[in-house]
């Protein structure tokens, strides 16, 4: 009996103890969703266009709303380029605040602190920080994004190169002065290591810029200089996607090019080892064009000066023949 007792007693302990327990546990939980709630809120679906399904916490202007359906054209050309269809809506959430965009951001490469949206892998989702405090192109931002959530319908394990080489050419947020920082850091010494940068950024700010314009010309290489095998590649890729399956990237890459990733870079490497020469030559080129008719002009001036300054000078005379 004792021996019951103390059992029977043992056990109202440990289920005393483990009430509490889960009373503390539902009390956690129920100021982790009223955190979240306060830190996340609800972003209902707003809009919906043929390729994207865009939530916000209020309802979408009008012209914003002309703009996001604008896109679907910009969707439509790059699908029917590559010739890889994706049904599915993308989610763009529109955050509120820039303290709720940097919020989402914790957590992330560093990368995304400093950008005007990011991708989520994680969650599948688009996220874009209040419209009013971006300068850049709304349009090719949101594009650019797109392309990051594009890409992980249809591969496995992309390398990160690709991924935003691909979303920047294709959102066309490469100008002439990009390709001026190209020359001047390329004669300089400076380089990306875009095989060693397969799955993450460089860890130095100031080496971000050089590392997209790598990866955007990385792309512009693939497709123009390998254009038959670049069509390969994504017929490929269109023919997994038909079946409802991920392309496997690595795969799919080797066989198209007949080649390795190290192989690539090391081609890659020599392309624009030598390109950098053709900017080169292109821009002294392009400066003696424009110099030309000034140094005409100047060589002018000094001529008109010169003839200026001679002295004036008796005509001569005939001289008169005797009869």
Known sequence: MPNSLCQNGICRSLLKKTRN???KRH???????CLTGFLYPSYPLQLKTNNLAIY?????????????????ENIDSFQMELGVYVDALAPVYLIENNRSYQTLA???AKIVEFSDA???GTEKRIYVKPLASIQENHRKILMHEYIHWYLEQVFTQTPLWFHEGMATHYSRQMGFEQYLYFLQQSFLGEKSDLFRLSYSYPEKKEDWSLFYLSSTMAISYLKNKKNEQWNSFWEMVAQHHRKNLQAPFTDCF?????TTFYDFHKEYAKYIKHLRYQYLFWSI????ALLIPVILIIAWRIRKKRLASLPDLPLPEDEETEM
């Open 21 to 23: 327990q889960n009373l």
């Open 106 to 108: 914790l957590g992330k």
């Open 254 to 258: 080797n066989r198209a090019f007949h």
């Open 285 to 288: 080129n392009a400066l003696l």
């Open 56 to 72: 916000a916490q209020n309802p979408v202007s009008q012209p914003l709303a002309e703009m996001l359906k604008a896109m679907d």
């Open 118 to 120: 990011f991708y989520s």
């Open 27 to 33: 009390f956690l939980l129920f100021i982790l969703l």
